[in-house]
């Protein structure tokens, strides 16, 4: 079993930074690939961005690339989402979630472990 607590989110304008953090709890944190997904009002949730395992393989969704940064410390079993150049359009909840599996996917389905979310808004 994983436990995902995320924090880091808030009110931001537009142009500017925020990071996330994501904590897990479990002995195997190093060996999960870890998914930033985001779910606005109406909306399906969203592939942010993930970061494998060994080596830290990363991937991002063509919305995020180039603006937001997945990163990962497995001795304090903590991955983390920097977030720069924040548009309106960022605006959602955003979850981590955890996967048992070196394999880099965007479905959320694939899933299994998941945070209760943090709230970011971008104002215009």
């Known amino acids: 079993q994983v436990q995902l607590v995320e924090s880091g989110g808030g009110l931001v304008q537009a142009g500017g930074s925020l990071r996330l953090s994501c904590a897990a709890s479990g002995r195997t944190f190093s060996r999960y690939t870890m998914g930033w997904f985001r779910q606005a009002p109406g909306t399906e949730r969203e592939f942010v961005a993930a970061?494998?395992?060994?080596?830290?393989?990363?991937t991002y969704s063509d919305s995020v690339k180039g603006r937001f940064t997945a990163s990962r410390d497995n001795a304090k079993n903590t991955v983390y989402l920097q977030m720069n150049s924040l548009k309106p359009e960022d605006t959602a909840v955003y979850y981590c979630a955890a996967r048992d599996s070196a394999m880099l996917l965007t479905n959320p389905q694939y899933y299994a472990y998941w945070g209760q979310g943090t709230q970011v808004t971008v104002s215009s």
């Open positions: 970061i494998s395992w060994i080596p830290s393989v990363t």
